[in-house]
Antibody, heavy 117, light 108 residues
Framework: EVQLVQSRAEVKKPGESLKISCKGS????????IGWVRQKPGKGLEWMGL????????RYSPSFQGQITISADKSITTAYLQWSSLKASDTAVYYC??????????WGQGTKVTVSS | DIQMTQSPSSLSASVGDRVTITCRAS??????LAWYQQKPGEVPKLLIY???TLHSGVPSRFSGSGSGTEFTLTISSLQPEDVAIYHC??????????FGQGTRLDIK
């Protein structure tokens, strides 16, 4: 069974950088697209971007372009989401999920990011 | 961008009721429409993809339909464990992915 395991919760200060990870349990994921989805407290889901693990082809939502960087290391079937300078408004739970047949069928457990001074 | 609007934003229904949630797109879309269930404090789970295909392991009381700009998720007989927020999501080759704002479903 394919699983996505995300890195632990983070507490950061505004202006700090952060990189969170999403590791797939199966080599077959190198042929898949992995997406990142944000969920702010009490709010809906927001798509941030997609990355194809095999060649790191990346697509960003216009709402997040320039605000985040998505990367991957196919040798360890891991995708990453990073910020160079966090803001309080980045406080949210971030999910990675496999994108297959136009939907997200397998989800990570989520990484809670809290940005507070 | 294609905007996805769900209605209602919230609803309460009784156990055994037939429940319908609607997702409307701002322009006609292909049938690349998915529905997710997110129970309180849990990770979203895929229920339906390609507008009407039930994901593996999802109870048959859930169904999806629609085309063009209007899609629906139906629960044929509401169960207590169906209390959740339901999200629709569109995939489009140009704009890629967009979610609806979610519909909160409670039991009366």
């Amino acid at each position: 069974e394919v699983q996505l395991v995300q890195s632990r919760a983070e507490v950061k200060k505004p202006g700090e950088s952060l990189k969170i990870s999403c590791k797939g349990s199966a080599y077959s994921l190198t042929s898949d697209w992995i997406g990142w989805v944000r969920q702010k407290p009490g709010k809906g889901l927001e798509w941030m971007g997609l990355i194809y693990l095999r060649d790191s082809d990346t697509r960003y939502s216009p709402s997040f372009q320039g605000q985040i960087t998505i990367s991957a290391d196919k040798s360890i079937t891991t995708a990453y989401l990073q910020w160079s300078s966090l803001k309080a408004s980045d406080t949210a739970v971030y999910y990675c999920a496999r994108h297959l047949l136009w939907a997200f069928d397998i989800w990570g457990q989520g990484t809670k990011v809290t940005v507070s001074s | 961008d294609i905007q996805m609007t769900q209605s209602p934003s919230s609803l309460s229904a009784s156990v055994g009721d037939r429940v319908t949630i609607t997702c409307r797109a701002s322009q006609a879309i292909s049938n690349y429409l998915a529905w997710y269930q997110q129970k309180p404090g849990e990770v979203p789970k895929l229920l339906i993809y390609a507008a009407s295909t039930l994901h593996s392991g999802v109870p048959s009381r859930f169904s999806g339909s629609g085309s063009g700009t209007e899609f629906t998720l139906t629960i044929s007989s509401l169960q207590p464990e169906d209390v959740a927020i339901y999200h629709c999501q569109n995939y489009d080759k140009a704009t890629l992915i967009s979610f609806g704002q979610g519909t909160r479903l409670d039991i009366k």
